[in-house]
């Protein structure tokens, strides 16, 4: 057990800890931003350096601010004496000890874990795209067509309402109606 | 380098705390919170796994870990859309509020 990755480690599980626990809201986001960075350095430590940069890039980047952005558009409905943890609480700490409990004595108990270390592999970031662009061709497309999708779909989701739902009949037969509203603007 | 069981108890801890999360905050982002740290523990699997594996140069496990991380994105917008979209018509993100499935 090396002490790089110790620290690693020990900052992750810490920064974790502090993202599901803590009071105000952006305090986790800043934890979950430092442990996302762990398992960057994670990453990078076990000799994938194409997936920590990408993890730094969506993770850190991306995802990160997008959960600060949702917390400043949502940020009026806490108040300090809100309850911080749902009712039924108890049972989900305790789902989360039997399952943490039942991972680790599989893991404590299994024989197919590897005793020795290999040798680093000498992965290029050439090479991963090589991979993507001939052998995994066709999940690259069907997750650019993912992203598309999520895209468009986040943006009809969370779409401004329009403030009157129910047009008035007059307005109704103005759009429907055969002539270009562009023409009565300019006589 | 460490072995392997190291970075799997990193995993399954994260992968608990993530569920920990999950299932007692009451804000639908931190909900969202804990998901997100449960799909890193399994990036952080397929990686340790790709690593201390065989045959390395089969570049399974980063490619899952690419794919996964797109997904993980592509999950993390729509969902906050819907948080978004939730409070608007709710004014809160209190999950024990939004309760109108109930039954």
């Known amino acids: ?22 009071r105000n809201l952006v305090h986790c986001v800043l934890a979950l931003t430092l442990a996302f960075a762990g398992l960057a350095a994670a990453y990078l430590q076990l000799g994938a350096q194409f997936v ?45 000890v039997l399952v943490l409990g039942v991972l680790i004595y599989a893991l404590a ?18 090479q ?28 009809i989701i969370a779409m401004q ?11 109704g037969r103005a759009q429907r109606g055969p002539t270009d509203p562009t023409t009565h603007s300019h006589p | ?28 982002i931190l909900v969202l919170v804990g998901i997100e740290l449960m799909l890193n523990a399994a990036n952080l699997n397929f990686i340790a796994f ?9 570049l399974t496990g980063i490619l899952f870990v690419i794919f996964s991380i797109a997904v993980a ?3 993390a917008a729509v969902g906050l859309a819907l948080v978004i979209s939730i409070y608007r018509h709710y004014k809160t993100t209190n999950l024990d509020q939004v309760n109108r499935l109930q039954g």
């Open chain 1, 1 to 22: 057990m090396s002490f790089s990755f110790s620290l690693i480690a020990a900052v992750t599980a810490a920064a974790a800890v502090a993202a599901v626990g803590m």
């Open chain 1, 52 to 96: 920590g940069f990408v993890q730094i890039l969506v993770y850190v980047g991306a995802v990160a601010i997008l959960i600060v952005f949702a917390i400043l558009l949502t940020r009026g409905s806490e108040s300090a004496n809100t309850p911080m943890l749902s009712k039924g609480w108890i049972s989900g700490v305790l789902i989360a």
């Open chain 1, 109 to 126: 108990s299994s024989s197919a874990l590897p005793r020795g270390i290999p040798p680093a592999p000498d992965i290029a970031v050439r």
């Open chain 1, 128 to 155: 991963v795209g090589d991979a993507l662009m001939r052998r995994f061709v066709l999940p690259l497309e069907i997750v650019g067509l993912l992203l598309t999708a999520a895209l468009i779909g986040g943006v």
């Open chain 1, 161 to 171: 309402e329009p403030k009157k739902p129910a047009a008035s009949p007059e307005q």
């Open chain 2, 1 to 28: 380098m460490s072995p392997l069981p190291g970075y799997l108890v990193l995993s399954s801890f994260l992968f608990a705390i993530g569920l920990a999360g999950a299932l007692i905050r009451r804000n639908a």
């Open chain 2, 50 to 58: 790709w690593r201390f594996s065989e045959h390395p140069e089969a």
């Open chain 2, 73 to 75: 994105a592509a999950e």
